[in-house]
């Protein structure tokens, strides 16, 4: 598609649930970024991808964040065992190249309570 | 460590006046900059960029100055309209390490007054 669309817009987990977070990035761009961003503030890198391959994961927290990119499917982000502080929106974004301009998706609100 | 920093948390302006929105970065590494406008309960808008080799941008009534010895960016909104009221985010990446993630400032929001 055109725009970067992200599933669901909202989700409640309670804590020590599972959350799934989908991306589908605009057609024909290879890379996809995970940012998160908490209480407003400034936006969080978390991981990217190069089509299906991990990109760059250093903003990943490891123990309870996984993600993935497989072909033909929209990309997802899964957070095991929900935490509090796990409550922000977190935003997809795709580019062309690496280096090319991110465009955004318009996020999931994610509330653990 | 706050690599890129919005020293102003808010701007009101005018209809028809200019906003001008500042940005200032710390790491050197940094390449490219871009500006990001965000409403509410939306992803953030691309707006306008500029790579480290140039110290000037425009696109409409949108111009993105860089000053590379001062560490510094700004974006200048000339008419402003009150459509432009959102908050603008600044973002840097350094495209020989950072694979291309997005170091972003905390956000100005602008106000704009008809």
């Known amino acids: 598609g055109e725009e970067v669309a992200q599933t669901p817009k909202h989700l409640v987990r309670g804590e020590g649930q599972k959350a799934k977070l989908y991306c589908a990035p605009i057609?024909?761009?290879?890379?996809v970024f995970w940012y998160q961003q908490v209480l407003k503030n400034e936006f969080k890198f978390l991981i990217s991808?190069?089509?299906?391959?991990?990109?760059?994961e250093t903003g990943m927290p490891k123990e309870r964040f996984s993600a993935k990119c497989l072909p033909n499917s929209p990309c997802s982000l899964e957070i095991q065992a929900t935490k509090l502080e796990d409550s922000a929106v977190y935003f997809c974004?795709?580019?062309?190249?690496?280096?090319?301009?991110?465009?955004f998706g318009p996020g999931t609100r994610l509330t653990v309570l | 460590d706050q690599q890129v920093k919005q020293n102003s948390p808010s701007l009101s302006v005018q209809e028809g006046r200019i906003s001008i929105l500042n940005c200032d970065y710390t790491?050197?590494?940094?390449?490219?900059f871009l500006w990001y406008k965000k409403y509410p309960a939306e992803g953030p808008t691309f707006l306008i960029s500029?790579?480290?080799?140039?110290d000037k941008n425009e696109d409409g009534r949108f111009t993105v100055f860089l000053n590379k010895s001062a560490k510094h960016l700004s974006l200048h909104i000339v008419p402003s309209q009150p459509g432009d009221s959102a908050v603008y985010f600044c973002a840097a990446s350094d495209s020989g390490t950072s694979y291309g993630k997005l170091t972003f400032g905390q956000g100005t929001i602008l106000t704009v007054h008809p």
């Open positions: 974004a795709s580019s062309l190249t690496k280096t090319d301009t991110q465009y």
């Open positions: 790491n050197s590494m940094f390449d490219y």
């Open positions: 991808f190069q089509n299906e391959n991990v990109f760059d």
């Open positions: 500029i790579s480290s080799i140039k």
């Open positions: 057609k024909g761009h290879s890379y």
